[in-house]
């Protein structure tokens, strides 16, 4: 999504990492302590980011050209 200019660079290499943390603890890669979990789960403002601009560029794209 960043390559296509969806997501900034900023937040869409930090959607990757948060895919990467995701693979982590779904495919059990290696031990996760659980706090970390947690304290992922406290800061959800990269997740809120995400849903702002996506839901910006749809707003974008219904718009008549």
């Known amino acids: ?3 296509h200019r969806v997501l900034e660079a900023d937040l869409a290499g930090r959607m990757a990492a948060a895919v990467g943390f995701r693979n982590v603890l779904v ?3 290696v031990s996760v302590d659980d706090m970390i ?4 789960l406290d800061d959800l403002s990269d997740l809120r980011a995400y849903i702002a601009a996506i839901a910006t560029w749809l707003e974008l794209e219904r718009r008549p050209r």
């Open 1 to 3: 999504m960043g390559r």
């Open 27 to 29: 495919h059990e890669y």
């Open 37 to 40: 979990v947690v304290a992922r």
